[in-house]
C-alpha cells in the first residue's frame, strides 16, 4: 500500500509538472506577441552615433604594432568590423595609477646596440626609481625592446643591459612600471598612439585623468601626493593634445617642487613628435569610480566635488572649449562607501553646478559581489535579461535629478562610460562574456538608442575592446597571438553595423517576466519578453531589431509594417546560442551572427524569435514604392 501511495504521489506531481511547462512554453507556431512597425519618418529621430564606444586600455590591449606604429594587421580588420565611434583611454581604475607622460617617451639622440651600456637621451626625464625601459620602432617586436638600466645621470641612462637589438637615433625609451605600479603595467601603447588610432576610425576620444595618484619625490606612484600636482598633470594632458606651442602661460610649480613649465612646452612635445596641429580632445573625465572603497583615489563626494572644481580651473585655462565631467554612480540616491548620509549623486551634482560639462556613469547590471547564486546559475541569468530595464530606470531617475537641481533649461549630459554585466569573484571569460553578458549589451544599446536622447545621453563605451581580460569583446591570447571573438563583439557588431539612419516607431504586446532582486537588478515585474526597434536607411531599407528576453521560451509573433510595401525575401540575422551560458572560449563559434533568409514577409507577416536571442530582419521596399 505505501508503495501504490508514493506512485500515486509520484505520478500526481509528475502530471502537475507537466501542466506548469505547458503553461509556462508557449507552442511553436501560436501567436503570443505583436509587433507594430510604422514607417513614418521622423527626421528628429536619428541614431546617436555616438553610442557605439569601446574602452581601450593602454597595457595589456595587444593591438598595437610598435614596428609599424600602427594596429596590427589582424587587429585592424576586427576592430573596424565594429566601426566604434568613441574610444576611451587609458582605462578604468587603472587611470588613477596612470602616468601619462611615460607613455610619451623620450628619444635617443645616438644610435643604440646590444653591446651598449649608455643610452643618451634628448631631454632628461623624471624617472626617479625606474629601471626597466622599452624602446618603440621598427627594430624589435611589436611590443619593442624590453632593458634595464642602473641608474639615471641627467640625460644619460647608465648601466643597460638586455636590449636584443640595434635602433637609430629617434626611437622612442619608455620607462616600464614604476614603484607604486603593478607588474603589467607597460608603454607601448600611449597617447599618441591612441589618438592616432581614433583619427584612423574617426572615433571620437575621451579621456580619463589621473585623480588618485601621483609621483612623490622618490619616484614612487602614490596616493599621498597634492591635488596641486594631479591639477596640473591633466592640466599639461590637455596641452600636449589641444594646446598651441607658442603659448608661453605657465602651468606653475606643483607642492613637490617639480615645475610643470609652459602650456607651449607640452604643445611643442606633441609637434616634435609629428603633429603640428592640435588634436581637439573634447572629453575629459576625472577619475574613475573613486566613490569606491576598493578605489585608487576613493574619498568622500564632499572631497570629489572639491576637487573637481580644481581641476575644471586648471584644464579649462588650458583650452576653455574641453569638456569635462564628474564620476557619478549608476544608483540614483545611492552613497559612496566614504559617506553616511550624503547621496554621492546628488552632492556631486551641486558642489560642481555651473561647472559640470556631464555626468559619468558606469552601467554594470548585474553587479554582484556576495552573490548568493552561481554566476551559471538561472537567477543569475534572469537578472542579466533584466539588467538593461534596470539600468534604463535608473538613467531615467538620474535625468530626474539632474533637472531638479539644473532646472530644465540647463541640460547636463549623462555619458555612460561603461558598461557590462559584473559577476565581480569570478576571473573567467565564461562569465564575463557569454550569449547573457552579449545580450545585455544589445539591450541596453537598443534602449540607449530609442530613449537616450530624451535622457541626455551623449555617449556610451562599452567595457572592452581588445585585451587578455576577460571582458574584452575581442579576447587576445598573448601566448599563441590568437584572437576569439566573444559573443558581445558579434551583438555589438550586429547592431552597429544593421540599423539605418532614423529610428521608426515600435508597438511590441507580449508576455512578461517577474524578475527577483540580484545585486543591483530588481525586483522587476513586468519585463516585456521582447524589446523590438526599428530603423529606415536612405536606399529604404527597413531593419527590425527584436531581443527575445525569455530564457526558455521562442516567442510567435505578429508582424505589422504600416505605410511600407516590403518585398516578400527578406534577411535574418540573428545571434543566439544554445544556452546564456554560451560562451566562445573554448569553442571560438559556439555563439556567432547567422545570416538566412526568410520568404514569407508582407504587410502582415509572422516570425519565431528564439529565447534569449537577438534578431534582426532586413526588408527592402518594393520598387515601385517611394
Known sequence: MKLLRLYRIVCRNLIMLVVVWLTASPVHGGTQAQIIVS?????????????????????GNGMWDARRNYLETEAECLIKMLQPSVLRFPGGDISDLYIWEDGLGV??????????TDIALEAEPDWTGVRNIRILDRHDGKYGDLGCFSFQDGVLLRGVVGLKATHPPGASVRPEKRLGQPEWYSHSYGIMEHLQLCELLGAEPIITVN?????????????????SQKVKRA?????????????QRLLGID???????????????????GRPAPYGVTYWEIGNEVFNRQAIGFCSAQTYAAD???????????????????????????RGDADQELPWNETILQGAKNHLDFLSVHLYYPSASACPHSYQSQCWFM??????????????????????????????????SEYGVWPAESKSGGDYANLARALYDADLLMGLMTEGSDLGVDLAAAWNIHGNNPTAAIRFDFNTESRTLRPHFWAQQLLRNSLGNWILPVQVTCPTLAIGRLGNVGPLLAVPELQAMATLDLQGHLALAVLNRSLVSGLEADITIREYQPLPLATVQSCHGDSPAAHNEREPCRVRVQTRDYSHVAENFQYHFPPHSLTIIHLQRQSAQK
Do not use: C
Open 39 to 59: 514607417a513614418a519618418v521622423d527626421p528628429k529621430k536619428i541614431i546617436n552615433q555616438k553610442l557605439f564606444g569601446h574602452n581601450v586600455l593602454f597595457a
Open 107 to 116: 628619444s635617443n639622440t645616438s644610435l643604440v646596440t646590444p653591446q651598449d
Open 211 to 227: 585623480y588618485g595618484s601621483g609621483l612623490n619625490k622618490d619616484g614612487r606612484v602614490s596616493t599621498y601626493v597634492s591635488l
Open 235 to 247: 592640466a599639461a594632458w590637455v596641452a600636449l593634445v589641444n594646446g598651441n606651442p607658442e603659448d
Open 255 to 273: 607642492e613637490e617642487g617639480r615645475d610643470w613649465r609652459t602650456i607651449g612646452y607640452w604643445a611643442g612635445l606633441r609637434v616634435a613628435r
Open 308 to 334: 573637481y572644481l580644481e581641476f575644471v580651473r586648471a584644464m579649462k585655462t588650458v583650452d576653455p572649449t574641453i569638456k569635462i565631467g564628474a564620476v557619478g554612480l549608476a544608483e540614483p540616491h545611492g
Open 383 to 416: 537578472a542579466v535579461m533584466g539588467a538593461a530595464s534596470q539600468a534604463m530606470a535608473d538613467l531615467k531617475e538620474i535625468r530626474r535629478l539632474i533637472d531638479t537641481i539644473y532646472g530644465p533649461s540647463e541640460t547636463i549630459p549623462i555619458v555612460v
